[in-house]
T-cell receptor, first 113, second 113 residues
Framework: GAGVSQSPRYKVTKRGQDVALRCDPI?????LYWYRQALGQGPEFLTY????????KSGLPNDRFSAERPEGSISTLTIQRTEQRDSAMYRC???????????FGPGTRLTVL | GQQVMQIPQYQHVQEGEDFTTYCNSS?????IQWYKQRPGGHPVFLIQ?????EVKKQKRLTFQFGEAKKNSSLHITATQTTDVGTYFC?????????????FGKGTKLSVKP
């Protein structure tokens, strides 16, 4: 079937606005991950879920960032009161389980003006 | 905290030359994964190594996991232009959070035809 999809692909927002980034994982994948990737860097872990349970959120930079996966499928990463330093590529990945290979989505390029 | 380091940061080779990238972790890893990211693309899983001293081959690519499970390498024989991209290694954070992958900064490979 289809791979991991993310929307929107590009998001431009003004400082102080809230944004919600969506991830639709591969059907049947138990684990879902959120990363942030700066240009020229490797993906930086933010948080991950098994089913609907958030297993680890230690990578979320501060309390403006939150994520949910209420039905164990689609996930939303929310950034409140965005700041310019939040500008980055946000990537979602999914896997059959947390010990398996991760399949990455195309990412959402967030620009905060 | 745990760190995963890769060298070199950049590698420029002539088509047909060999290429090697090295990955070192500050802590022992339960496993190590390698990903390739083409310019403008997303990370794509290549392989996972689990056993101490493990060696795996995929056509012209050879992956090794060190005896102490703290280092790994990827060797490409007779590079081709299709090998262009950034190669990342990644290992689990540990402490029970298998899904929390720590990525290295990557080695960017360019191949001159």
């Amino acid at each position: 079937g289809a791979g991991v999809s993310q929307s929107p692909r590009y998001k431009v927002t003004k400082r102080g606005q809230d944004v919600a980034l969506r991830c639709d994982p591969i059907s049947g994948h138990v684990s879902l991950y959120w990363y942030r990737q700066a240009l020229g860097q490797g993906p930086e872990f933010l948080t991950y879920f098994n089913y609907e349970a958030q297993q680890d959120k230690s990578g979320l930079p501060n309390d403006r960032f939150s994520a949910e996966r209420p039905e164990g499928s689609i996930s939303t990463l929310t950034i409140q009161r965005t700041e310019q330093r939040d500008s980055a590529m946000y990537r979602c990945a999914s896997s059959l389980g947390s010990y398996n290979e991760q399949f990455f989505g195309p990412g959402t390029r967030l620009t905060v003006l | 905290g745990q760190q995963v380091m890769q060298i070199p940061q950049y590698q420029h080779v002539q088509e047909g030359e060999d290429f090697t990238t090295y990955c070192n972790s500050s802590t022992t890893l339960s496993n190590i994964q390698w990903y390739k990211q083409r310019p403008g693309g997303h990370p794509v899983f290549l392989i996972q190594l689990v056993k101490s001293g493990e060696v795996k081959k995929q056509k012209r690519l050879t992956f090794q996991f060190g005896e102490a499970k703290k280092n790994s390498s990827l060797h490409i024989t007779a590079t081709q232009t299709t090998d262009v991209g950034t190669y990342f290694c990644a290992g689990p954070q540990g402490g029970g959070s298998q899904g929390n992958l720590i990525f290295g900064k990557g080695t960017k490979l360019s191949v001159k035809p």
